[in-house]
């Protein structure tokens, strides 16, 4: 793994934004609205500022740093693209500095999209695109975050998105790798990511941040949901 992201790995630990449950607990996240009998995570990350959601733990400076992981992942795949849609709330602030990063690396047409959040009985859903500056139909968009679990809130943003442009990638900073990046596929989308949690445990194992205990947990976690996702998909 490349330094500076190992680097950034441990700062997020050491900040706080990793946060790991006590033995027998766990975190909710959305796919648990249609699944409340899904196991609990035993790792989730807190990738925003405290402004966003008080638990968050970045600064903008933070994430300014994150979106350039991300954009410099894109330009990699020598993907072209015109604007950036990141996905309320976290999303927005994220896909706002890679098109600042973008801007700053000679890329000055990158539209900003801000899509909607819709709650409606307690549950959260992605809805239309509030703005589309300068953007011709069938330009490409692509479809930001700061991670990726299930993939229901992408499924969402995609499809929002391709009412009007090309939207046949979602980046994130991180992936839980247990089938999101399949389930994209069958909706023609390419994930793309910076890092996989199981790297991610790799380098605070390796540094100390983490327990044995809790690293064996971790991933078995998420080795379960990945078997478990693929064979419901199956």
């Given amino acids: 793994m490349d330094k500076k992201l190992a680097s950034f790995l441990l700062h997020l630990k050491k900040i706080g934004a990793v946060q790991i449950a006590p033995l027998g607990e766990g975190f909710q996240f959305k796919h648990h609205e249609k699944e409340p009998d899904a196991p609990l995570a035993p790792i989730k990350f807190h990738l925003c500022t405290p402004d966003l959601r008080p638990e968050g733990k970045l600064s903008p400076a933070d994430v300014a740093v994150l ?8 330009f990699r795949r020598k993907i072209r693209f015109r604007g950036i849609a990141g996905l309320p709330n976290v999303g927005y602030p994220i896909a706002k500095a890679m098109a600042e990063y973008a801007y700053a690396l000679g890329v000055h047409d990158v539209e ?13 859903f992605i809805g239309p695109i509030k703005n589309t ?11 930001a975050d700061d991670l990726v679990f299930a993939a229901t809130t992408k499924e969402e943003g995609i499809e929002q998105v391709r009412v009007q442009f090309h939207a046949p ?4 900073f991180f992936d839980y790798d247990v089938g999101a990046r399949e389930v994209l596929k069958k909706l023609n989308a390419e994930l793309l990511c910076v890092a996989t949690i199981a790297q991610a ?23 379960f949901e990945r078997n478990r996702r693929l064979q419901t998909a199956a």
């Fill in 112 to 124: 900003i999209l801000r899509l909607e959040k819709i709650v409606e009985g307690g549950k959260r």
């Fill in 201 to 223: 445990l790799d380098i605070f194992r390796d540094n100390g941040e983490m327990t044995a205990e809790e690293d064996e947990r971790c991933r078995a976690f998420l080795s």
């Fill in 133 to 143: 500056g300068s953007l011709l139909p069938r330009d490409t968009v692509l479809v």
């Fill in 67 to 74: 979106a350039r992981f991300m954009v410099n992942e894109v």
């Fill in 169 to 172: 990638y979602c980046i994130v």
